[in-house]
């Protein structure tokens, strides 16, 4: 745990996104991203983590100020991280489930759920060099959709 801790802090760049689903886990919420990297593509919510944050509030954060969802609506797990060392940048990733209806919407990018059954692969649809993939497979191994 130590050596997590000091990879973070150490790193010049951290980042979150965080993988929402609907209350029945069929779908995902993305959103399509208006800028590069990726402009035009659908891509997990999130943003960056500023200095001296907790990483976990700042994922609240960005999903509040993206979505609309709070605290109250969702419960965040922190599920996995990417280390970018040649971009000195750590993505970490957080997911949860909705507890509640939510009235979604964002200023920032255009936002849709998406169903689970997908074609994630589709790198013309999906941001993340298929990342986007991996994560979702890599949650349904712990969480079966």
């Given amino acids: 745990m ?20 609907n209350q029945n886990k069929s779908k995902v919420l993305m959103c399509k ?3 590069a990297p990726f402009k035009g593509l659908y891509n997990f919510v999130g943003g960056k983590i500023e200095p001296n944050e907790d990483h976990l509030q700042a994922a609240y954060r ?36 909705l507890s509640t209806n939510v009235d979604i919407h964002g200023e920032e990018n255009q936002l849709a759920w998406i169903k ?4 994630f692969k589709d790198l013309n649809r999906f941001a993340g060099n298929g990342n986007i993939y991996h994560i979702l497979k890599e949650i349904s191994l712990m969480m079966p959709f």
Avoid at 2 to 21: A, G
Avoid at 66 to 80: P, V
Avoid at 116 to 119: C, F, K, N, P, Q
């Fill in 2 to 21: 130590i050596e997590y801790t000091q990879r973070k802090n150490e790193m010049k760049r951290n980042v979150n996104i965080i993988v929402v689903f």
């Fill in 116 to 119: 689970l059954t997908d074609d």
């Fill in 33 to 35: 991203r208006k800028k």
């Fill in 62 to 97: 960005e999903l509040a100020e993206e979505t609309n969802i709070s605290k109250t609506d969702i419960e965040l797990i922190h599920f996995m991280d990417f280390t970018y060392y040649l971009d000195d940048t750590l993505l970490e990733t957080y997911i949860g489930t």
